[in-house]
């Protein structure tokens, strides 16, 4: 097994920074860290000139990057969207589906199966995430109109029969039949998360005691405050603030939400009730331009400007082009947020939800050897994912 000793480190623990740190790695695992030099015969020697050294990066919503979508159909859009974001510090991801038909879906589960046994330099694959198609029409934002309609369970279960890789599934638990798919999928060891939605926060509430937990992108489509029949209502944004048992996950691209909100989040739910996400469409790590979002052959055309995917008509956001790095440099450089909780939102928070913090998340002995370095403005300069060097720019 191949040993490394990554030295001269600020090494971000949950609880702390330790200067001049080492880090110890053998084969796929964490083996020691700690202050100054640790002895380590045989070992492939890192210096980090004194840059952090931080468990990798872990992006529970990612639709594709490099000019590749998880819709597309293919090994090789797996394969080059995970090499992508790993030279940005993400070593693990959730591919996320969009609402499509069944028999796309069917494709995806098949081709994500193959991709995942060839996929060795890129960010490791922890499972996939469902987005729709169960969802409330008023709050469709770019998902397609074609496809969206409301839970069916002839349909889940046969989905699920098909595919044991799925971890997470998004829908709007207003719908009828929303509650029983719930519970359903939580027995499957599923997360049920909310989205796409225009729910009360009553709604939310009988959404908990079924197995929701989460909330997708919270702020981007799903209710706020409502009026219905002059009688003011709490919507899903504020069943974020009221229900402690709610995680949310947020795309902190800058641009989805601006300073204030991310504040404002942060002030309110603290890092470990907040999941930094990406959220990123094919052109993530790309230049700005025409691209697409879903699959090449029926996906919808949208323009990346202003750092951000839109509509053609621009009037709405059509998925983030953000990598993991940028979201860590918003929250600090933007929001304020001190570097450690941004850390722990892209990291152990994100490893809690998906029910991988046993192994991965933080710089723990015996955890998967997932570390990024990265220096002052979070520029990556190397990324190790399960003990292997897949970047290294120092």
Same mark, same amino acid.
């Given at each position: 097994?191949?040993? +490394?000793?990554?030295?001269?480190?600020?090494?971000?623990?949950?609880?702390?920074?330790?200067?001049?740190?080492?880090? !110890? +790695?053998?084969?796929?695992?964490?083996? #020691?860290?700690?202050?100054?030099?640790?002895?380590?015969?045989?070992?492939?020697?890192? #210096?980090?000139?004194?840059?952090?050294? $931080?468990?990798?990066?872990?992006?529970?919503?990612?639709?594709?990057?490099?000019?590749?979508?998880?819709?597309?159909?293919?090994?090789?859009?797996?394969?080059?969207?995970?090499?992508?974001?790993?030279?940005?510090?993400?070593?693990?991801?959730?591919?996320?589906?969009? @609402?499509? &038909?069944?028999?796309?879906?069917?494709?995806?589960? $098949?081709?994500?199966?193959?991709?995942?046994?060839?996929?060795?330099?890129?960010?490791?694959?922890?499972?996939?995430?469902?987005?729709?198609?169960?969802?409330?029409?008023?709050?469709?934002?770019?998902? #397609?109109?074609?496809?969206?309609?409301?839970?069916?369970?002839?349909?889940?279960?046969?989905?699920?029969?098909?595919?044991?890789? +799925?971890?997470?599934?998004?829908?709007?638990?207003?719908?009828?039949?929303?509650?029983?798919?719930?519970?359903?999928?939580?027995?499957?060891?599923?997360?049920? $998360?909310?989205?796409?939605?225009?729910?009360?926060?009553? &709604?939310?509430?009988?959404?908990? &005691?079924?197995?929701?937990?989460?909330?997708?992108? %919270?702020?981007?489509?799903?209710?706020?405050?409502?009026?219905?029949?002059?009688?003011?209502?709490?919507?899903? /944004? &504020?069943?974020?603030?009221?229900?402690?048992? !709610?995680?949310?996950? /947020?795309?902190?691209?800058? /641009?989805?939400?601006?300073?204030?909100? %991310?504040?404002?989040?942060?002030?309110?739910?603290?890092?470990?009730?907040?999941?930094?996400? @990406?959220?990123?469409?094919?052109?993530?790590?790309?230049? $700005?331009?025409?691209?697409?979002?879903?699959? %090449?052959?029926?996906?919808?055309?949208?323009?990346?400007?202003?750092?951000?995917?839109? %509509?053609?008509?621009? @009037?709405?956001?059509?998925?983030?082009?953000?990598?993991?790095?940028?979201?860590?440099?918003?929250?600090?450089?933007?929001?304020?947020?001190?570097?450690?909780?941004?850390?722990?939102?892209?990291?152990?928070?994100?490893?809690?939800?998906?029910?991988?913090?046993?192994?991965?998340?933080?710089?723990?002995?015996?955890? #998967?050897?997932?570390?990024?370095?990265?220096?002052?403005?979070?520029?990556?300069?190397?990324?190790?994912?399960?003990?292997?060097?897949?970047?290294?720019?120092?």
């Amino acid at each position: 097994m191949e040993r +490394i000793k990554i030295v001269n480190a600020r090494l971000i623990t949950p609880y702390r920074i330790i200067e001049n740190g080492t880090l !110890l +790695i053998e084969g796929r695992r964490i083996v #020691d860290l700690g202050q100054g030099e640790i002895d380590f015969q045989g070992a492939r020697r890192i #210096d980090a000139l004194n840059n952090y050294v $931080s468990p990798g990066f872990i992006d529970i919503h990612t639709h594709g990057g490099g000019g590749h979508d998880f819709m597309d159909g293919t090994v090789e859009a797996f394969i080059e969207a995970a090499k992508i974001h790993a030279q940005h510090g993400t070593t693990a991801m959730v591919p996320t589906t969009l @609402t499509a &038909e069944p028999e796309d879906l069917l494709e995806t589960f $098949s081709v994500y199966r193959n991709a995942k046994l060839e996929n060795v330099e890129g960010a490791e694959f922890l499972g996939l995430h469902l987005e729709g198609p169960y969802f409330a029409m008023s709050q469709k934002g770019a998902q #397609d109109p074609r496809y969206i309609r409301l839970p069916q369970k002839e349909e889940y279960e046969a989905i699920l029969r098909h595919s044991d890789d +799925i971890i997470r599934w998004s829908a709007a638990p207003e719908l009828d039949g929303a509650m029983e798919f719930a519970r359903f999928i939580s027995q499957k060891g599923i997360l049920p $998360s909310i989205a796409h939605t225009d729910a009360t926060s009553d &709604e939310v509430a009988e959404a908990l &005691e079924n197995g929701f937990t989460h909330l997708t992108h %919270l702020y981007s489509g799903m209710s706020g405050v409502m009026r219905r029949n002059a009688f003011r209502y709490a919507g899903v /944004i &504020e069943s974020a603030f009221l229900f402690d048992q !709610l995680t949310v996950e /947020i795309i902190a691209d800058g /641009i989805h939400l601006p300073p204030s909100l %991310l504040q404002l989040i942060y002030k309110q739910l603290g890092p470990s009730r907040i999941a930094l996400v @990406t959220d990123s469409m094919r052109a993530a790590g790309m230049d $700005s331009g025409e691209s697409m979002l879903g699959s %090449l052959k029926d996906g919808l055309k949208v323009i990346v400007e202003d750092g951000v995917a839109k %509509l053609p008509d621009r @009037t709405a956001f059509a998925g983030s082009v953000a990598t993991t790095d940028r979201l860590v440099r918003i929250m600090v450089q933007l929001a304020g947020v001190p570097l450690l909780h941004a850390v722990q939102m892209i990291t152990s928070t994100p490893a809690r939800i998906c029910k991988v913090d046993h192994r991965k998340g933080t710089l723990t002995v015996g955890k #998967d050897a997932d570390v990024v370095i990265f220096d002052e403005q979070i520029t990556i300069k190397a990324t190790i994912i399960n003990g292997k060097i897949i970047s290294k720019k120092i």
